[in-house]
């Protein structure tokens, strides 16, 4: 693989280099999730514990086929089980793969006050430095799906980092490498969205799936982690899916405007101090008098 400059990532305060900074990432990378063809068998969850390296956690049983309710710091592919019954009285049961969606305008890194300890490379993966975290979960704050998670004896946080590790070297993710029904796929941004589009339109023309669609949410200016959905107008029906995921108010209200006014305020402070150093002179300590013997001083 070619060499490139550390400008192939864009790294918010970052003072050097990272691991793959000299790799060459110039393609917009995808995930494509078609939730048509899953079928919940949960090779993925058990494929990304294996290469991450996580050992299996205590799975808990409510009434579902899903491994637990929510991802975890440890735990950062989950296959969500939803049951829905359509307008003709059928049932159905809508499975999502739930983990990081990578998104172009990550709300995590924009509300990260570490620097370096979450970066974004060109090809569009979101990936946390654990090294540079401070624990203070931000993070998490700024996340419209909700998918960072805090580890209390690492002090850290952790999330899904779409196998960075495998894509620099021109591997798939582990948990496509594991699908046996051809419900994952992997490639460019463009090959992805024009297969996604392509299967969506084969729902709603041949399977009567008349809203059927594709979720590439532009109030994060998309993701690199797309799907194919049934029902493309109702994603909260698959485990809860924004429906229009944004990133906080609060994250852009005191990363931006409270931010500049916080500066503006410590400079007007200090000139203050300057000022009234300049026009009073420092502060002179009075000396003590004498007590007089009865208490009082005169």
Not at 39 to 67: H, M, P, R
Not at 206 to 223: E, R
Request: charged fraction near 20%; hydrophobic fraction near 35%; proline fraction near 7%.
């Amino acid at each position: 693989m070619s060499q490139a400059s550390t400008e192939l990532i864009r790294i918010s305060g970052h003072p050097g280099t990272v691991p793959g900074a000299g790799l060459n990432r110039e393609f917009q990378v995808c995930k494509l999730v078609d939730t048509t063809t899953c079928i919940g068998c949960k090779a993925c969850e058990v494929a990304c514990l294996e290469w991450n390296g996580y050992t299996f956690s205590e799975t808990t049983f409510d009434n579902s086929y899903q491994t637990m309710p929510e991802t975890a710091w440890n735990y950062w592919n989950l296959i969500k089980f939803n049951e829905h019954e359509r307008a003709d009285g059928s049932m159905m049961l809508l499975m999502r793969k739930d983990q990081c969606m990578h998104c172009e305008d990550p709300g995590c890194l924009a509300a990260c006050p570490a620097d370096a300890a979450i970066v974004q490379y060109a090809n569009g993966i979101v990936d946390f430095q654990q090294a540079n975290c401070i624990g203070c979960g931000y993070c998490m704050t700024g996340c419209p799906f909700n998918i960072p998670k805090f580890s209390p004896e690492a002090r850290k946080v952790f999330k899904c980092t779409l196998c960075n590790d495998r894509v620099s070297v021109g591997l798939e993710p582990a948990c496509i490498k594991a699908c046996p029904t051809g419900c994952l796929h992997f490639g460019t941004k463009k090959e992805m969205k024009e297969m996604a589009q392509t299967r969506a339109d084969q729902l709603r023309d041949v399977s009567g799936f008349a809203d059927a669609g594709v979720y590439d949410p532009p109030g994060v200016s998309g993701t690199h982690v797309i799907y194919v959905l049934h029902d493309a107008k109702n994603p909260e029906l698959y485990g809860g899916l924004p429906k229009d995921p944004h990133i906080p108010y609060s994250v852009r209200l005191w990363k931006g405007p409270l931010k500049w006014l916080g500066n503006l305020a410590m400079v007007g402070g200090l000139l203050g101090l300057a000022w009234h150093y300049m026009r009073f002179g420092p502060k002179k300590e009075e000396p003590i008098q004498p007590d007089n013997g009865n208490g009082r001083r005169p």
